[in-house]
């Protein structure tokens, strides 16, 4: 499983971003078999998880983004987003897709969000 993250840039406390992540090459059934889930990663600190969508479409967020971010998918494009509202200067990281089948994960590149205060 490939994935192909973009999306990230710089922008001001209070505004918006939205995140996309593509599997082109993923076979659909697969795709739409797993979970899907943004990580994310400051300097300094650990990598953490931002928010997750199963396969059925359920959601889970850090609590330091409820409310704020929004995470969706769209199987026949292969593809998941974050949508991301009231952006703080704490959220200022790299953030990764992230899947896992069986026990092999699989990160996108990895895409630089960066809050300005």
């Known amino acids: 499983v490939q994935l192909q993250a973009s999306g990230g840039g710089l922008v001001q406390a209070g505004g918006s971003l939205r995140l996309s992540c593509a599997a082109p090459?993923?076979?659909?059934?697969?795709?739409?078999?797993?979970?899907m889930g943004w990580y994310r990663q400051a300097p300094g600190k650990q990598r953490e998880l931002v928010a997750l969508i199963t396969s059925s479409g359920s959601t889970n967020y850090a609590d330091s983004v409820k409310g704020r971010f929004t995470i969706s998918r769209i199987n026949t494009k292969r593809a998941v987003s974050l949508q991301m509202n009231s952006l703080k200067p704490d959220d200022t990281a790299v953030y990764y897709c992230?899947?896992?089948?069986?026990?092999?994960?699989?990160w996108g590149q990895g895409t630089l969000v960066t809050v300005s205060s």
């Open positions: 992230h899947t896992k089948r069986g026990i092999t994960e699989y």
């Open positions: 090459g993923t076979i659909l059934s697969v795709f739409v078999s797993n979970d």
